[in-house]
């Protein structure tokens, strides 16, 4: 792995891999944790406009096109941390892939019509969302989970922004974070010649980038349920969130673990306990967030409505029994993140996310400590962890028939 930076401020990170592929994708260090209360949803709104035109390629068939005719891939996506844009193509075509994406980040036409045509695409996509249960209980767990965050704001944003947005909002809020010092580029392939095409074609000035200051978020002091209700459907989805670390602290790994025995596949305690033992519902899993500055653990489950009770008891007493684990069922865990973090590196794209992510973290190099602090875990940490972070919880319950 190489990491530069360029005379602009852009750092590229190149990661050799033998193949025919080769992905380039450009992490922009903004998202919806970056946004004041008037702009909330303007940073996924940009990655949805900036595929609709540039000074060069005025129409989103145009862009498109450019990629597809060639068998690539395209797509982008917007967290609470991080706009991220990529481009999989034959490494015969990655000339194409870095003009491509420069071109977008650099040359955005920001069409009036574009912009009035993506407000009702960006409005539907949070109609579906919310249309969807599986989706929603996510964002109704983040909402109630954290109090003062930023992340505890949708990432899509506020209907009535939204609705309300400028091309002037749109243009200035662009030229203030998409700059070449906010923005990194990671290639992952068998390519020669990365740093002279980068260089040629990501050639903005660099620019004062000022990020609003993070609110922190308070430690938890009591649980707490949160119920709403939906008239037509037919399963109660129940979330059970706890307030964790962010991903530059010790204890996300440890917690990687116990991710690895209470939610692995068929075998994971949840899941044992809930499907497999009761028939209590048919979908259960949990899920380990940990990113720049936040993270939760989750426990979910679809249920019938007259179980969430039982649900609840269940949740918290398979959590407190993780104190009597035995070092086989700890070395069982560890086996599990290493298989399925190494089975997940094979995808090119996958492991461009992860050297941005861990760029943003801190360093990318911490991406190859990942596995070696894993392993590290011991009983001990497993026991402190679930004493320092489950003791309050928030329950949310979308309520069916």
Not at 99 to 110: H, R, S, T, W
Not at 233 to 258: C, Q, S, W
Not at 368 to 384: A, I, M, P, Q, S
Request: proline share 3%; glycine share 6%; aromatic share 10%.
């Amino acid at each position: 792995m190489q990491k530069i930076v360029l005379p602009n401020g852009l750092k590229v990170i190149y990661q050799h891999r033998p193949g025919n592929s080769v992905v380039v994708e450009v992490m922009v260090k903004v998202g919806s944790n970056h946004e004041l209360p008037e702009e909330r949803g303007i940073a996924h709104f940009l990655e949805h406009i900036l595929f609709e035109g540039t000074t060069k390629r005025p129409t989103n068939r145009e862009i498109s096109n450019e990629i597809e005719k060639i068998g690539g891939d395209f797509n982008a996506y917007t967290t609470n941390e991080r706009t991220c844009f990529y481009v999989k193509v034959l490494k015969k075509h990655f000339h194409k892939a870095v003009e491509i994406l420069a071109e977008i980040l650099q040359q955005p036409l920001f069409a009036e019509e574009h912009i009035a045509k993506e407000k009702n695409v960006v409005l539907k996509e949070i109609d579906m969302v919310h249309d969807e249960p599986s989706y929603y209980q996510w964002i109704l767990l983040q909402q109630n989970l954290f109090k003062k965050a930023p992340c505890k704001f949708p990432t899509y944003g506020d209907r009535k922004v939204i609705k309300n947005l400028t091309t002037e909002k749109v243009v200035n809020y662009f030229q203030k974070y998409y700059v070449p010092n906010n923005m990194v580029v990671a290639i992952v392939g068998d390519i020669s010649n990365w740093k002279r095409e980068v260089i040629a074609h990501f050639t903005a000035e660099r620019k004062v980038v000022i990020h609003p200051e993070y609110l922190e978020e308070p430690a938890a002091t009591k649980s707490q349920e949160v119920v709403e209700k939906r008239k037509n459907i037919a399963n109660t989805y129940t979330i059970m969130g706890f307030k964790t670390a962010p991903r530059g602290h010790a204890d996300t790994y440890v917690l990687e673990v116990l991710n690895g025995i209470l939610g692995r596949g068929q075998s994971g305690r949840m899941f044992v306990e809930i499907r497999s033992k009761r028939a209590l519902a048919y979908e259960v899993g949990t899920q380990h967030f940990a990113d720049v500055h936040f993270g939760f653990f989750a426990v979910h489950a679809s249920i019938d409505r007259k179980n969430k009770k039982l649900i609840r008891q269940i949740i918290l007493a398979e959590i407190e029994k993780i104190k009597q684990c035995s070092e086989e069922d700890l070395e069982e865990a560890k086996t599990y993140v290493e298989g399925s973090y190494l089975l997940d590196m094979e995808d090119g794209q996958k492991t461009a996310d992860q050297l941005l992510f861990w760029e943003q973290v801190k360093d990318v190099r911490m991406m190859g400590d990942f596995l070696k602090k894993v392993k590290r875990v011991t009983l001990k940490d497993l026991y402190r962890v679930i004493d320092s972070y489950f003791k309050y919880h928030t329950f949310v319950v979308l309520r069916g028939k």
